[in-house]
């Protein structure tokens, strides 16, 4: 069976990402189509979304088929080229295009390429309401505005990684964290303190509130950035070397340098009832 496609890096996966594929299956319904999201990749730092999670995201819509091309293969053909190694080798026949979508190394738009002699049928997806772009939720991360963030995503924030030995400080105190090592092309948000969800992928453990500073820990004068979460009402065994998600929920202050362990104990204890007064936790 015949596909129809769209292009796009889809970083994020974000709410003009989802509008973008949920247009594509109704349009591929119409046509009796099979649906494929052509993710053209390029090597980047900061990544909102890792491929893996990337792919998760698009299947979650629906997706049929999802087409992987490394850019610095395909950089130097025209749209039309790109189009008709999309039809004769991966069986696509309509393209479905961003409202102000431009590809291949001439930047094709809809209006010139429906002039073109284009193997594939054209069609354009209408403007999303909301203004939302991958750049635009890099921004708002970097400031620590994760709930607009969130907002522009249409699902939380995430960081998954192993969890590594860090300085057993919040053994000492009360509060032992699991030290995250994530995927290291993702964007870390803003340091501070931040309330999560915490999933681990050992199905027994399961789903956990947590908190979770981001920043080098000034008052046990740590020289570089570490994500430690601490996984609320956990009474299990070592987490050392397993994998954890943090879905991030809110920001709920920024890193404090404490002049003692006994305030950073207190803090810790306002950022835990502050966490329990959040309804969307």
Do not use: W
Request: aromatic fraction near 6%; charged fraction near 15%.
């Amino acid at each position: 069976m015949n596909y129809i496609a769209t292009i796009g890096t889809f970083d994020g996966v974000h709410k003009g990402h989802q509008f973008l594929l949920n247009f594509l299956r109704q349009e591929a319904e119409k046509r009796n189509l099979l649906t494929a999201a052509i993710v053209i990749d390029k090597p980047s730092t900061n990544r909102l979304t890792t491929r893996a999670e990337q792919d998760q995201l698009i299947n979650q819509l629906g997706i049929n088929q999802i087409l992987h091309f490394d850019f610095d293969s395909i950089c130097r053909l025209t749209a039309v080229q790109f189009l008709q190694l999309l039809n004769e080798q991966h069986n696509v026949e309509a393209l479905l295009m961003g409202y102000d979508h431009r590809f291949g190394a001439d930047l094709q738009d809809f209006e010139h390429l429906t002039k073109t002699n284009a193997p594939l049928t054209i069609i354009k997806c209408p403007m999303t309401r909301e203004v939302c772009s991958s750049s635009l939720i890099r921004q708002e991360l970097l400031q620590g505005d994760i709930d607009h963030a969130n907002q522009l995503l249409g699902h939380s924030y995430s960081l998954t990684g192993n969890v590594v030995r860090g300085n057993g400080i919040g053994h000492t105190i009360g509060f032992p964290t699991a030290n995250i090592q994530p995927d290291p092309h993702k964007l870390i948000p803003k340091s501070g303190v931040y309330a999560a969800q915490v999933r681990n992928h050992k199905e027994q453990v399961g789903n956990y509130k947590a908190l979770v500073n981001i920043g080098t820990n000034p008052t046990v004068g740590n020289s570089h950035i570490t994500i430690e979460a601490y996984l609320i009402d956990y009474k299990g065994d070592s987490l050392y070397n397993q994998t954890l998600t943090l879905s991030f929920a809110h920001r709920l202050r920024d890193e404090i340098q404490f002049h003692s362990l006994t305030e950073l104990q207190q803090q810790i204890q306002n950022d835990l009832l502050q966490c329990a007064n959040l309804a969307t936790l």
